[in-house]
């Protein structure tokens, strides 16, 4: 009998996982359609110059109008994409649509003409050196200069060279493009891999700088570290995620010039950056320590 109810427990364990698997399976195969029925979106985040409050580039974020699910963010499918391989076709068309969308916008708004844009890319696009192809296609189309282009690689691909052939990293700066690391803290990235690398930015990953001020003081030093070795590599670095006025005071006060968050601006739709770009926003109040609410 003891028997029978944990097989009824199994049972319903069972049913579980295979709910779980059946509704992957459903969202992939929809994932399978959403480029052809126009379903993806990037969003843009500024990057903004801490000093001024002005922003001087744009990083590019996937978004998926989901049919019946809404608009859903990368953490409910950019791994999903990753392991189907669908992550190839839709990073091609991210490449397409955020640097054909920032030429346009370098082109015709006033004051953005040295915009730049920063795209994500994945380890399985790294892969295969026809990605050096799509950027150099990306690049071609478009017309933007490769200068403003920087593709972010995140710093756990870099812990494994086998997972980074060098000759895509060549190819990608034989054609202009500038490279970051993203996520910057949270992977275990020797000097000697970075420099292999040759990126020209360092983004401290969020973690770092929601830490700052209180749960963890070790943070303030880790960040402090991190400003240490990119001087000696030259490498610039972005801080994400500031949320507060108070973060970033302590940021200023560690000399970090250039930061992504909430405290500026969420990532927004395309058609709300030109007035982000047109309003060059005071400086946020120092001694608030309110975070700004989201729009
Ligand atoms: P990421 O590249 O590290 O992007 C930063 C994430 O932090 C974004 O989440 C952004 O919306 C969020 N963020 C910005 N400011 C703040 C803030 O002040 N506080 C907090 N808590 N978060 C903030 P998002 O858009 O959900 O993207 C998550 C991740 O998905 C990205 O992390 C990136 O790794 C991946 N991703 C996004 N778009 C693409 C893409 O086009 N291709 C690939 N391969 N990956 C992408
Ligand atoms: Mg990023
Ligand atoms: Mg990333
Ligand atoms: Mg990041």
Known sequence: QAKNAGGDRIAVRDSRTQAAATARLNLESDLRVALDRNELRLHYQPVIDVKTGTPIGLEALLRWEHPTHGLLQ???FISLAEDSGL????????????????QQWRNTL?????LTIFVNVSVRQLQDLRFVDAVRDALRATGISPAAVTLEI?????????????AIIQGLHACGV????????TGYSSLSQLRWL?????????????????KDPSSASIIQLILGMARVLNLRVIAEGVETPAQLNELRRLGVRHAQGYLWCAPLPAHEIPKQLQTHAP?????????RKLP
């Open 154 to 166: 995140t710093e756990s691909v870099l812990m494994d060279q086998r997972e980074l052939p060098t």
């Open 198 to 214: 040759s990126a020209h930015t360092l983004k401290i990953d969020g973690s770092f700088v929601s830490e700052l001020g209180y």
């Open 74 to 76: 990368p953490a409910s």
């Open 87 to 102: 992550i190839v076709p839709i990073g091609s068309w991210v490449l397409n649509r955020a640097l054909q969308q920032t």
């Open 283 to 291: 400086e946020p109040p120092l001694h608030n320590a309110q975070p």
């Open 110 to 114: 006033p004051g953005a003409k040295d």
């Open 178 to 185: 500038g490279l970051a690391i993203d996520d910057f803290g």
